[in-house]
């Protein structure tokens, strides 16, 4: 496999030593702590592949959730989307439910339901 990407002009190769990956959106972080990063170098350009656990975290008003004097609250993706797919609400209302649930996902459901 190796030998044939190389053919087509293709390298892979894994970053060492990785220890957080943070994506941030408009109004999200999402964080992946301990995950694997693979660069991939196709016809003069990188693309990094990333793989592992993430949570997700509002940002503040201040611009990043690093900033915030307040303590930082994660909620795993998976909790996140279920409460999103159950109720049909976005990822900012899905997110408060959870933060008004401490983080439980059954009870954001039940919050969002009955709103």
């Known amino acids: 496999m190796q030998k044939a990407m190389k053919q087509m002009g ?29 660069c991939v170098e196709m016809g003069g350009t990188k693309n990094y592949q990333v793989t592992g656990p993430e949570t997700v975290r509002p940002i503040s008003a201040e611009g990043s959730a690093t900033q915030s004097q307040e303590p930082e609250v994660t909620f795993a993706s998976s909790d996140v989307d279920l409460v999103m797919s159950q ?10 439910a959870l933060t008004a649930t401490n ?13």
């Open 10 to 38: 293709i390298k892979q190769t894994e970053v060492p030593d990785v220890v957080e990956v943070i994506i941030r959106t408009k109004n999200n972080e999402i964080v992946m702590k301990g995950a694997e990063v693979i």
């Open 103 to 115: 983080g439980q996902p059954a009870e954001a459901i039940l919050k969002i339901m009955t709103e």
């Open 87 to 96: 109720t049909g609400c976005d990822r900012e209302k899905a997110i408060a």
